[in-house]
């Protein structure tokens, strides 16, 4: 009997109990799978798996799928600006959808019969894990341990010992989860209405205190470019995260509905994901037409919350995003901006698509195209249908 199950691994607290508990208590082969997003280090996916091994596991398998994941969603979240309630750059929605793409992959190609992950009954990624599984494995059984057994993280701690295996209890006090496109952190205060996080919760400390200036270069709405050196997307979320993060930039507290109904808060650190956007913003201001900006406003914001409730399979996010990407086409330039302690200012913008050009009229100054006569007879046209409306209305 295939008793195989491939089990979505981070390390953490509830995957090390699910990889125990998977094995001991239900007597499955576990196929332990780390999806990188961007988020481990070398060392940290060594970390990864020997600690799969030392709880047993039959096999361990990373995948990187960093380029993937831009190619997939971020280039898209850039193209359409998306911050989910003016804040939130979808640092674990749009991540945790492409890792459930990928260990559907994975375990379709070891031939499993189970997939397990280690949510909670009470979050969004079991919807995303679940849905995205019964869309592409729909023939493989899902198990969810956490979920299923109610379990609190003392509980989970307290059977870990039971087994053999050392928990740290002060390190399981926040739970953090750390991507290309941004970390969030999880804890108490988060869990409350009134408390922010402390210090300490950050993953990166604060320390950088000098004012810096950045040059990032779009082509085609694309991030290619940072400070004059072209390394491509991926490469400039890496490095801007490094230079931006230590300044405390992109740190904020997110409150949102929630997949299942209930608000969730959420603490957050994503300094190259908030620059970005408002980087690649104020370019697009520049150079694409008020009924562009428009439509794409609407349509990113739909993509951004489909995405964030994990319906990346759907089709028309292929269609929205086939109309993100021709918005790009004129998304090229340079983007100026000034870094200080906890805050950025984007100073301004280089392109050859420029539409403010001193050619056809400075605002509030001068203008070249047009006459006063001319601008006379527009408005009294342009507001023709209102005026009758009064006068019919006595108004």
């Known amino acids: 009997m295939n008793k195989k199950v491939v089990l979505a691994f981070s390390g953490g607290l509830d995957t090390s109990f699910c990889a125990i508990y998977l094995a001991q208590d239900m007597g499955l082969e576990v196929h332990s799978v780390v999806v990188n997003t961007g988020g481990f280090s070398e060392e940290e996916l060594k970390q990864i798996e020997s600690r799969a091994y030392e709880l047993g596991v039959v096999s361990h398998a990373a995948v990187d799928e960093t380029q993937n994941y831009y190619n997939d969603s971020i280039k898209y979240l ?7 309630n003016a804040t939130y750059p979808l640092s674990v929605s749009a991540e945790r959808v492409c890792q459930a793409t990928a260990i559907a992959t994975y375990a379709k190609k070891i031939g499993a019969q189970y ?14 894990f679940d849905m995205i599984f019964n869309i ?7 198990i969810t341990p956490i979920r299923d057994l109610k379990l609190s993280r003392q509980s989970e701690i307290d059977y870990l010992h039971n087994h053999g295996v050392t928990y740290n209890a002060e390190k399981a006090k926040y739970s953090i989860n750390k991507g290309i496109w941004g970390t969030s952190v999880g804890g108490k205060e988060t869990l409350t209405s009134h408390e922010t996080l402390p210090e300490e919760a950050w993953p990166t400390p604060a320390t950088s205190t000098e004012s810096k200036r950045i040059t990032i270069e779009f082509e085609n709405g694309e991030p290619v470019a940072l400070n004059g050196e072209r390394i491509g997307p991926v490469k400039v979320i890496q490095q801007l995260q490094a230079i931006a993060q230590p300044y405390g930039i992109g740190r904020d507290i997110h409150i949102g509905d929630t997949i299942i109904g209930i608000k969730g808060r959420v603490g957050f650190e994503a300094a190259a994901p908030v620059i970005l956007i408002k980087a690649h913003h104020t370019l697009e201001k520049h150079v694409l037409t008020k009924w562009q900006l428009s439509w794409k406003d609407q349509l990113s914001s739909f993509y951004g919350n489909w995405m964030h409730e994990g319906q990346f399979h759907d089709p028309i996010m292929r269609d929205i995003e086939a109309f993100l990407l021709s918005s790009q086409e004129t998304v090229s330039g340079k983007v100026f901006i000034e870094l200080n302690p906890y805050r950025f200012n984007v100073i301004g913008i280089e392109s050859t698509h420029d539409l403010m050009s001193s050619k056809f009229g400075s605002y509030g100054e001068m203008n070249n195209t047009w006459t006063g006569e001319d601008v006379k007879g527009f408005s009294k046209i342009f507001g023709n249908q209102v005026m009758i409306w009064h006068k019919v209305n006595q108004k």
């Open 115 to 128: 997939v397990a992950h280690g949510s909670t009954g009470a979050g969004n990624d079991q919807v995303r």
């Open 136 to 142: 592409l494995i729909p023939d493989v059984e899902i």
């Open 78 to 84: 850039i193209f359409g600006n998306v911050l989910k």
